[in-house]
């Protein structure tokens, strides 16, 4: 008898998604900042705007699925921090066993080790290929020793781990991408304290993918079962419907189907495609439909595409589609999100967990919101013309532009406020999270070492005032 691996199928979790997402209302909604922390500085200094934080997630509400808590994940310099969003306290924080490595990239899921029992587990990745996983409600790390994880190129020393996500039904299934060229599935669903083995459980090889790129984003559409990875070349994708899951399976023999996504061509005046724009910097599946957003570098917009909708005719069950010998697909947009004229790389976007609200930063500290549950609802995609011309643009239904009070003393007196140049830095990701009461807190992280958490007020609620760095 085969055995499968241990894995959550939420039956509710659509459903409370669907519930969530009818009593928002985002173009009554206004955030304010309520809270700027430098919490990742080097040594502690407080004037230190040189340390990057580089991602930022919302833990998970094991109790309600398609909600979070109020407690945020930071990643950035050598250290993690958790966050509690309404109180702007750093609850907890923690270093890598080497002081040396450096942390880009986390990831949270929810385990259900047994007896009734359920637990949040945060996985972190960084230089060295370095993989952790943390166990918040015990403030204690789970892999020992850490796990470096070897990449095909064997250059662990240079590697690194710059995007992780969880499978969204597997819940101990990480995939993690990154400078290698490569992903890897691991099985992390034994690494907790309740295991039945008396020694340390470490994460166990599932899958090793050929990206023949490096890897800056991952995202997992539930709705098609497909891994989306946003790559130096372009934007991929393996479709898992058919990989053998059962634990008797050796790694090599889980072979997804490839797929190469052709996106919309930007030419330069010349007619001539600029080769960096085919770098896709960040990819997010919306949560709880067959949308995909896909930003490209140097473009000034975000693409928002039906997955469904472009695979469908994908013949996965032909020979000459595996997982090195990729189908292309050509992507339509259904919409095109204007965005930043920014020449700076690697600005993450993230979405709401009801799947209505997205949001991206820019290279100035602000942040850009599109409402995309209002108007964009599974509907047909309209052509684009794959050309020169530029496509009509969406605007964005809200700015949030850098606090122009924001008090920051410790850097004023370090005589740093030149290199600031009047506004936050870049925005390296931005996050939302939504509480079970209805709460909804923004969060971003930047290039230069502050946490920034705005809260939702319906119009009425407004509040304003001087803010000062914590």
Same mark, same amino acid.
């Given at each position: ?6 894995y ?6 659509s459903g !409370? ?8 209302e ?33 833990? /998970? ?11 945020? &994940?930071t =990643?950035?310099? !050598?250290s993690?921090?958790?966050?509690? &969003? ?10 890598? @066993? +080497? ?5 880009f ?12 029992r359920? =637990? !949040? ?10 993989l ?51 992903i &890897? ?7 907790? /304290? ?12 599932? *899958? ?13 559409s539930?709705?098609? !079962? ?12 393996w479709s $898992? ?6 634990? %008797? ?10 797929? +190469?996504?052709?996106?919309? @061509? ?31 570098a ?15 005719? *994908?013949?996965?069950?032909? %020979? ?28 993450? *976007? ?7 609200? #997205? ?26 013309k794959?050309?020169?011309?530029? /496509?009509?643009?969406? @605007?964005?239904?809200?700015? #949030? ?8 003393? @410790? ?32 969060a ?8 920034c ?5 319906d ?8 803010? $000062?760095?914590k």
């Open positions: 008898m085969k055995r499968k691996l241990t959550d199928s939420d039956e509710n979790e !409370n998604i669907e519930e969530c997402t009818q009593g928002l985002y173009d009554n909604k206004f955030f304010e900042p309520v809270h700027f922390l430098r919490c990742h500085s080097k040594a502690n200094d407080p004037a230190d705007v040189k340390t990057q934080v580089w991602q930022c997630a919302f833990e /998970p509400d094991m109790n309600s699925p398609g909600h979070t808590t109020n407690l945020l &994940a =990643c950035g310099g !050598n993690v921090c958790l966050v509690d &969003a309404v109180t702007g306290k750093v609850s907890k924080k923690f270093y890598p @066993e +080497e002081a040396s490595i450096l942390l990239s986390l990831a949270w899921t929810t385990l259900h080790p047994g007896r009734g359920k =637990c !949040n587990i945060l996985a972190v990745g960084g230089s060295k290929c370095y952790q996983l943390i166990l918040p409600t015990k403030n204690c790390s789970l892999l020992s020793p850490p796990q470096f994880l070897s990449p095909p190129s064997k250059n662990k020393a240079k590697d690194l781990i710059s995007c992780l996500v969880f499978h969204p039904t597997m819940h101990g299934v990480l995939f993690c991408g990154g400078s290698s060229s490569s &890897a599935a691991w099985d992390i669903s034994q690494c907790h /304290p309740w295991s039945d083995s008396s020694e340390p459980k470490l994460p166990e090889l599932l *899958m090793s993918i050929t990206a023949h790129s490096e890897v800056f984003s991952l995202s997992f539930k709705t098609s !079962n497909v891994l989306l990875a946003g790559c130096n070349s372009g934007l991929f994708g $898992m419907n058919e990989v053998k899951w059962e634990k %008797n399976v050796a790694p090599h023999q889980r072979k997804p189907k490839g797929i +190469e996504f052709i996106l919309p @061509e930007v030419s330069e005046g010349n007619g001539e495609t600029d080769d960096d724009e085919t770098l896709v910097d960040s990819v997010v599946c919306i949560p709880g439909s067959s949308l995909v957003a896909t930003k490209c140097l473009r000034g917009l975000i693409y928002l595409w039906n997955l469904a909708a472009t695979i469908e005719n *994908m013949q996965v069950k032909s %020979n000459k589609i595996s997982e090195s010998r990729k189908v292309k697909l050509s992507v339509t947009p259904v919409k095109c999100l204007r965005w930043s004229d920014t020449d700076d790389y690697f600005m993450a *976007m993230g979405c709401s967990p009801d799947g209505q609200l #997205l949001g991206c930063g820019d290279d100035e500290g602000g942040v850009w919101l599109y409402n995309i549950g209002r108007n964009v609802v599974e509907h047909k995609a309209k052509r684009v794959r050309d020169a011309d530029q /496509p009509s643009m969406t @605007e964005p239904h809200q700015r #949030l532009l850098w606090p122009s009070t924001l008090a920051d003393p @410790e850097v004023q007196n370090a005589r740093k406020v030149k290199r600031l140049e009047g506004h936050g830095g870049v925005i390296d990701h931005v996050t939302v999270g939504i509480t079970q009461s209805g709460a909804i807190h923004l971003s992280v930047t290039s230069t070492n502050l946490v958490i705005w809260k939702a007020f119009d009425e609620e407004m509040v304003s005032g001087d803010k $000062m760095l």
